[in-house]
C-alpha cells in the first residue's frame, strides 16, 4: 500500500507555475481529478484556452514533479480545455532509464497562434484595446477600419466583445451573418468587412456558442470566416485588461495593439496595464489614442480641456510607447455612433475624421516598416522592455 497522500502530490504540483497567471497550478485551480491508486498518481490539468502557452511544457513541468516523490511509479498526466470531452492523455512511467525529467526553465507565454497561424490571410492583424470600459474603443476601431479602407485597404472588422458587440449599432448594421464558400460570410458596410456575435440571432447562438469561451469564439471568426484576402484585420476588444482579454491576445497573432484611453489619471492607469498586458505576451503596442481629449463648442468654438488634456501623449513617453493622437470630445462621434454612421463617413473632412485618418496613416506606416521583406514574417519592432 503507497505512503503517498492527495496532499503530497498537491504540494509537488505547488511548486510548478502558470506563467499565464504567475501562480502555482494548485493555486490557479488548475489541477482536476486527482486520483491516487497505490503507486499510481493520474490527474487532470485544465486549460482556460485551446491555444494556452506552454501546455506541453505545463504538462511535462507537472508530471516531473510529481515523479520525483518517493513511492511514485506511474504518472499519467491528462489535459482538457474547459471542456470535459476533450481530453488528450499523455503517460510518463518511470521506468529503470527513469529519472523524470527535470522541469526546465520557466519560459516565458509564447504566442501559440504565431506557430499556429490561424488567419493565413490577413497581413496586419490590429486589436483595439483599453483599461477601462467607454472609453471609445469601439469608436476607434469602427472608424480606423473605415479611414484603413477609404485608403484602398482591404479591410476586416472583427467585433471580439462577446458580451457587448457594439459593432452592429455603431456601423449601422442590423443583417444577420450567412454563409459563403461553406464558411461565415462577413457583413459588408462602408468597405469593411465585418463580424460580430451581434449578428448572430439568439436562436443561433445557442447552437454556435455552447459553452461559449471567448477565445473560441475568436478562433471561430478567424477560421470559419469567409474573409478572403485581407489587408487588415482590425479586432475591437472587450474592455479591460483581464484573464478573458489576455487569453483574447493570445489566441489571434496580433501584429500590434492601440490602447485607447481618456485623459483622466484614473484612465491613464488603467491604459497602463493595457500597455502591460500586451507587453506580457510580447505584442507590440503601436500606440496610445487619447479619445474625449478636449472639448470645442460648437457655438462659440471656445475649446475646453475637461479632463487634464495631454495625460495620453505624457503617458506614452512614460509607457515608451508612440502617441497616435487625440480625438476630441464631440457630440458628431456619439450621434454617428448611435446612428450608424461613423464620422469618418457622415463628416469626412471635420478635425476628428482627420485625426482618425491620421491615425490610419500612422498605423499603416508602422506595420509595413515592421514587415520583414525577406521572411514575410512581421518583425516586432516596437518591443517595449
Ligand atoms: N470623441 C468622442 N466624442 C463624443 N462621444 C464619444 C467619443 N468617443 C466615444 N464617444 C461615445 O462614448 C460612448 C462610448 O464609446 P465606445 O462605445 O466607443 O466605447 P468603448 O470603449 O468601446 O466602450 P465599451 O467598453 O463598453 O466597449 C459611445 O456612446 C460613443 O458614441
Ligand atoms: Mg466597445
Request: hydrophobic share 40%.
Amino acid at each position: 500500500m503507497s505512503d503517498i497522500t492527495e496532499n503530497d502530490v498537491l504540494k509537488a504540483l505547488g511548486n510548478v507555475q502558470d506563467p499565464m497567471s504567475g501562480k502555482d497550478l494548485v493555486a490557479s485551480n488548475m489541477v482536476k481529478d486527482l486520483q491516487i491508486d497505490d503507486s499510481n498518481v493520474s490527474f487532470i490539468i485544465e486549460f482556460n484556452n485551446a491555444t494556452y502557452p506552454n501546455k506541453d511544457k505545463i504538462q511535462e513541468q507537472a508530471k516531473a514533479a510529481v515523479s520525483e516523490l518517493s513511492g511514485v511509479a506511474n504518472v499519467t498526466v491528462n489535459s482538457r480545455v474547459n471542456d470535459p470531452l476533450k481530453v488528450v492523455s499523455s503517460q510518463s512511467s518511470k521506468g529503470q532509464a527513469g529519472r523524470p525529467q527535470q522541469p526546465g526553465p520557466q519560459q516565458r507565454p509564447q504566442m501559440p497562434p504565431q506557430q499556429q497561424n490561424l488567419a493565413p490571410n490577413a497581413k496586419y492583424i490590429v486589436a483595439i484595446a483599453s483599461g477601462k470600459g467607454g472609453v471609445g474603443k469601439t469608436t476607434v476601431a469602427v472608424n480606423l477600419a473605415i479611414a484603413l479602407a477609404q485608403n484602398g485597404a482591404k479591410v476586416g472588422l472583427m467585433d471580439a466583445d462577446i458580451y457587448g458587440p457594439n459593432v452592429p449599432m455603431m456601423m449601422g448594421v442590423h443583417d444577420k451573418l450567412g454563409t459563403r464558400n461553406n464558411k461565415i460570410a462577413p457583413l459588408s458596410r462602408y468597405g469593411v468587412e465585418m463580424v460580430s456575435i451581434g449578428f448572430i440571432s439568439q436562436g443561433d447562438t445557442a447552437i454556435i456558442w455552447r459553452g461559449p469561451l471567448v477565445g473560441r469564439m475568436v478562433q471561430q471568426f478567424l477560421q470559419d470566416v469567409d474573409w478572403g484576402e485581407l489587408d487588415y484585420l482590425v479586432i475591437d476588444l472587450p474592455p479591460g485588461t483581464g484573464d478573458a482579454q489576455l487569453t483574447l491576445t493570445q489566441a489571434v497573432p496580433l501584429t500590434g495593439a492601440i490602447v485607447v484611453s481618456t485623459p483622466q489619471d484614473v484612465a491613464l492607469t488603467d491604459a497602463k496595464k493595457g500597455v502591460n498586458m500586451f507587453r506580457k505576451v510580447e505584442v507590440p503596442v503601436l500606440g496610445i489614442v487619447e479619445n474625449m481629449s478636449y472639448f470645442v463648442c460648437p457655438h462659440c468654438n471656445e475649446r475646453t480641456e475637461i479632463f487634464n488634456h495631454g495625460g495620453g501623449k505624457k503617458a506614452s513617453k512614460k509607457f515608451n510607447v508612440p502617441f497616435l493622437g487625440e480625438i476630441p470630445l464631440d457630440i458628431t462621434v456619439r450621434v454617428g455612433g448611435d446612428e450608424g454612421k461613423p464620422i469618418v463617413i457622415s463628416d469626412p473632412d471635420s478635425p476628428v475624421s482627420q485625426a482618425f485618418k491620421k491615425i490610419a496613416e500612422s498605423i499603416n506606416q508602422q506595420v509595413t516598416k515592421e514587415k520583414d521583406e525577406d521572411s514575410g514574417v512581421l518583425k516586432r519592432v516596437f518591443k517595449i522592455s
